[in-house]
């Protein structure tokens, strides 16, 4: 017996992961892989893999479980708390792209529906791939991941209304205010039952059936809950996507989102790999050829437009010109969402075929090139800035800002200072510590809320890019005693560096960074002490694992010391003997811990410490007794044991196990 469907599923999957393979050798996500197969495969390419009506039904299970998946991440309270830089940023770079693309598509000729169609299509942008990238490149905490991901965030939620405006857009109706009303009625009844889903009755159920401890009635339960919600959109004459995007809305309140996100990924990376496909196998190679320079232009044009529209909305939120270039380029692809909002737009006729396979050859050439425009955008930017911009232009309107802010803030009189760049979680941290000791400081942090909140909190502030030497300069680091960099971005981390020993070689350089792979560099351009996050986590785990064996703390610091001495070379280079001296350290195989006296009716209560016998009975030492709020240390043979008390004692794993059980009767 043969099934049709398989033969499809297995030459799908292992054409693609051939050809991602491939394409990873060359640092490319595999998004473009399964885009290649498709094109390459499909019925436009060699025709290996047929169009079928089962492929495009296994694609829309795969929308359905990545509208799911982003349902889940958003949840309810983080939509109902999304700041400015979502709303404002996002809402700039979506209406200012959909309205530049109208206008150019209308200028083209094409009529005003199918030009602002084509503008919702043009503003949305990869989430998958930016986000993958900016991960890859440790950025996505860096000032311009943030408004990055804040504009992919705005994107993905404005989506939903787009699909659900597009019939109206289409004037399928005759009666369009009517159908708002019907539409808003319809919006209004859903968010009233994911409300009281998401709040009562979905974490009820699943806490029912977690108590069952099993895992495939767990995953059944989630599935589910979301293909009965996307069936439901569905019937009342809504997308399947957006009952998906709700059922993940419903599961995010859920204390048990974590378990179900995990469970659910598998199932979404498969079928979505299937989405992509099909949109590959869409694409028809012959019209990409004889109109290549079209889209050559085209694909120009769409990249250099969003990047532009994002870098001012980027700019409106006052974000410095790096920053914002950078986020442009960033965004400046046609994103999945848009293969998903087109197959809406082919349903209502706004959308043929010649429109359709331009809009498919333009928006995939722009993912295929976006991890070349990200990975190269710093590069472009500075480039840009130079060329743009003239150098005393540039250095004029930074020294006036710069005098006007270090003049507010009191920085031309400081020095042997302590300058902190980046006001994070580990900037925050040593500014307070700052604070607490008595030492002056300055804060540098390019983020204008992250610098509205230090100056909110009483810290001296320059607002600027610490890769800029008159920010620096600013910021007093020629005269500063010690300088911490603590900031997100690898590559201005490292900027940073060169440009604080450009201008000086006084100041003791202290970085913060998160991959090991740094250390090297950030050295040999002038660090004097670099602390990676991965292996100081290690070393604490360590240490508190050592500390329970009961190693002297004297030992321990000592072999602490050693480890951050070599920089770290000891954890570096495991392979390699000899780096750091072994330590012998004098485990013991003793425990410590505290046990709780329950009960008034168990046997020791109101015995004597010498009448019970501890020692003998469990091979336990007891060193202290806690009652109340003293701690009892001089303990006699006399002492009494007392209902409420806690025992602290010394022992074997086996023997303190054997006196816990005695206390629990």
């Not at 958003?74 to 830089?85: E, H, I, M, P, R």
């Not at 968010?191 to 998401?198: E, P």
């Not at 179900?260 to 598998?266: D, E, Q, R």
């Not at 001296?460 to 300069?473: P, R």
Request: hydrophobic content about 50%; charged content about 20%; some cysteine.
């Amino acid at each position: 017996m043969q099934i049709p469907l398989l033969k499809e599923i297995v030459l799908i999957l292992a054409l693609a992961v051939g050809l991602s393979l491939l394409l990873r050798r060359f640092k490319m996500p595999t998004i473009l892989g399964f885009l290649a197969t498709g094109a390459i495969f499909g019925p436009h390419g060699f025709g290996l893999v047929p169009a079928s009506h089962e492929v495009e039904l296994l694609a829309e299970v795969g929308v359905i479980f990545l509208l799911f998946v982003i349902g889940i991440e958003f949840s309810l309270k983080s939509l109902a708390t999304l700041g400015a830089v979502v709303f404002v940023g996002g809402g700039v770079q979506v209406v200012g792209t959909t309205a530049a693309t109208a206008l150019f598509a209308r200028l083209w000729g094409i009529d005003w529906p199918s030009a602002i169609f084509l503008g919702f299509l043009f503003s949305l942008s990869s989430t998958a791939i930016v986000l993958k990238l900016l991960q890859d490149k440790g950025s996505i905490g860096a000032p311009h991941g943030r408004v990055i991901s804040a504009m992919l965030i705005f994107q993905d939620v404005i989506v939903v209304p787009m699909i659900l405006v597009t019939p109206m857009l289409a004037g399928r109706s005759d009666d369009m205010a009517g159908d708002l009303f019907a539409l808003a009625g319809k919006m209004i009844i859903l968010l009233i039952l994911v409300y009281v889903l998401a709040r009562y009755v979905v974490p009820w159920v699943l806490d029912i059936v977690v108590r069952t401890r099993s895992r495939e009635l767990f995953i059944a339960s989630i599935v589910v809950i979301c293909f009965s919600t996307a069936w439901l959109t569905s019937s009342i004459g809504l997308s399947l996507a957006l009952g998906a995007f709700f059922a993940g809305l419903i599961i995010s309140e859920s204390e048990h989102r974590f378990q179900a996100t995990g469970n659910v990924l598998p199932f979404h990376e498969v079928f979505i790999s299937f989405f992509f496909v099909s949109i590959g196998m869409l694409l028809d190679l012959s019209y990409l050829w004889h109109h290549l320079i079209a889209i050559v232009l085209l694909t120009i044009g769409t990249i250099l437009a969003k990047a532009f529209v994002a870098a001012v909305a980027a700019m409106v939120l006052r974000y410095p010109l790096r920053t914002s270039l950078i986020t442009g380029f960033a965004i400046a692809q046609v994103g999945e969402f848009a293969f998903i909002l087109s197959a809406t737009g082919i349903e209502n006729g706004l959308l043929g075929d010649e429109l359709y396979q331009l809009f498919l050859s333009v928006s995939i050439t722009t993912m295929a090139l976006t991890p070349f425009v990200v990975n190269g955008s710093e590069k472009i930017v500075k480039l840009l800035i130079r060329s743009l911009i003239p150098t005393k232009v540039r250095e004029r309107l930074d020294t006036l800002s710069k005098m006007r802010e270090a003049a507010r803030a009191g920085l031309q009189e400081m020095k042997d200072h302590l300058v902190i760049i980046g006001f994070g979680l580990n900037g925050r941290n040593v500014a307070h510590t700052a604070d607490l000791a008595g030492i002056r400081h300055v804060v540098i942090e390019q983020d204008n809320a992250q610098a509205t909140e230090a100056r909110r909190l009483g810290h001296a502030v320059v607002t600027g890019d610490s890769c800029n030497e008159q920010v620096l300069s600013e910021a007093g680091v020629t005269r500063a005693r010690v300088i911490v960099v603590a900031i997100s971005d690898p590559r201005a981390t490292l900027e940073t560096v060169t440009h604080i020993r450009r201008l000086s070689d006084a100041p003791y350089v202290i970085v913060r960074t998160k991959h090991v792979r740094d250390i090297e560099d950030l050295i040999r351009q002038g660090a004097n002490d670099v602390v990676p996050e991965e292996f100081e986590t290690s070393i604490e785990i360590f240490a508190r694992a050592l500390r329970h064996y009961l190693v002297p703390e004297n030992e321990l610091e000592d072999l602490v010391n050693k480890v951050r001495g070599t920089h770290y070379q000891a954890l570096r280079n495991m392979g390699k003997p000899g780096l750091v001296d072994k330590i012998t350290l004098h485990a013991s195989d003793q425990e410590l811990a505290a046990l709780p006296v329950r009960f008034r009716s168990n046997e020791l209560v109101g015995k004597e410490l010498g009448a019970s016998d501890i020692k003998g009975r469990f091979g336990v030492s007891v060193l202290a007794i806690k009652r109340g709020q003293r701690v009892l240390t001089q303990l006699e043979p006399s002492t009494r044991i007392q209902p409420d008390d806690v025992l602290y004692v010394l022992g074997d794993a086996d023997g303190i196990a054997h006196l816990d059980r005695s206390l629990r009767v």
